[in-house]
């Protein structure tokens, strides 16, 4: 399948401070990717969709000011914990869309970054 | 109503058996259905994915569609212990962008 790589895959931030994650996809151009979080025995939650050379869409309940996504190029989305605090700890996980949008397009996800504010 | 719905289990079959796992989705109009095996702190890796009713093998694994009743499952053969972890179905639902929704997971439990 489709590579898909993320990183950090592990941080430790201090309360307040901001974090960088970045998602690759190394063998293909992907122009959606997705940003997930998940919480220890909870499910995925998507936060928001990332669209190459456009304004990312948020989920209801996401803050856009605290979360920023960024999709400048075709194989990276980064997406940046602005002041964060304690409650922000949990797995953030990318996922980018394998195709053209069709039914015949597939998600691959990256590693995960875990993510602690201390 | 959730757009998909899993047990969430456990679900706990004795090694070499066959596991079941069930999702029902409410978007009649949901065209791609995947499925995701989610270890322990780790992130979901693909299965396997099925666009059209009826079944498709690959391996161990068999999906199944039914898109009248609005289900699809997760067959797998011969379990074994390395199977043991959480069950992710996902729907691309109609719409817009198309959007893909999980369902919560089923753990699954394979006891040697």
């Known amino acids: 399948g489709a590579v898909v790589s993320q990183h950090p895959s592990r941080v430790i931030c201090k309360s307040g401070t901001s974090v960088k994650i970045e998602c690759r996809s190394l063998d293909f151009q992907a122009t959606t990717m997705f940003w997930y979080r998940q919480f220890p025995k909870q499910s995925l939650m998507l936060m928001a969709t990332?669209?190459?050379?456009?304004?990312?869409?948020?989920e209801q309940g996401v803050e856009k000011d605290k979360f920023l996504i960024n999709h400048a190029s075709l194989t990276l989305s980064t997406l940046t914990v602005t002041s964060a605090h304690p409650e922000d700890s949990s797995f953030y996980i990318c996922?980018?869309?394998?195709?053209?949008?069709?039914?015949?397009?597939?998600?691959?996800f990256g590693e995960g970054s875990w993510l602690t504010v201390v | 109503q959730k757009e998909v719905e899993q047990n969430s289990g456990p679900l706990s079959v004795p090694e070499g058996a066959i596991a079941s796992l069930n999702c029902t989705y409410s978007d009649r109009g949901s065209q791609s259905f995947f499925w995701y095996r989610q270890y322990s702190g780790k992130s979901p890796e693909l299965i396997m994915f099925i666009y059209s009713n009826g079944d498709k093998e690959d391996g161990r694994f068999t999906a199944q569609l039914n898109k009248a009743s609005q289900y699809v499952s997760l067959l797998i053969r011969d379990s074994q212990p390395s199977d043991s972890a959480t069950y992710l179905c996902a729907v691309k639902i109609s719409g817009g962008y198309q959007k893909v929704t999980f369902g919560t997971g089923t753990k699954l439990q394979v006891i040697p």
């Open positions: 996922s980018a869309r394998v195709g053209g949008g069709g039914t015949g397009n597939t998600i691959y």
């Open positions: 990332s669209n190459e050379g456009s304004k990312a869409t948020y």
